[in-house]
């Protein structure tokens, strides 16, 4: 993800289409404000890292609320 055409090519394998893909591969702007664009959250939302084995912290913070047993 570090040069521009590795991020043109992993947006459009994400499903980013080509032009958005090349705008925000080519965008000078830095790591974290690229993360924080709307085009990554599109890419790389939580169904993304929940396919890949990623507990999200939303979902283990309803686990622990709401599956909690009593103590006494």
């Not at 499903?15 to 404000?33: H, L, P």
């Amino acid at each position: 993800w570090k040069r521009p055409s590795t991020r043109w090519k992993n947006l459009k394998m994400l499903g980013i289409n080509v032009g958005k893909a090349y705008e925000w591969s080519n965008s000078r702007k830095g790591y974290c404000r690229i993360a924080n664009s709307a085009i990554l959250h599109r890419a790389l939302n939580n169904d993304y890292f929940t396919k890949q084995g990623y507990v999200g912290f939303a979902n283990h913070y309803y686990w622990k609320t709401t599956h909690q047993t009593k103590l006494f």
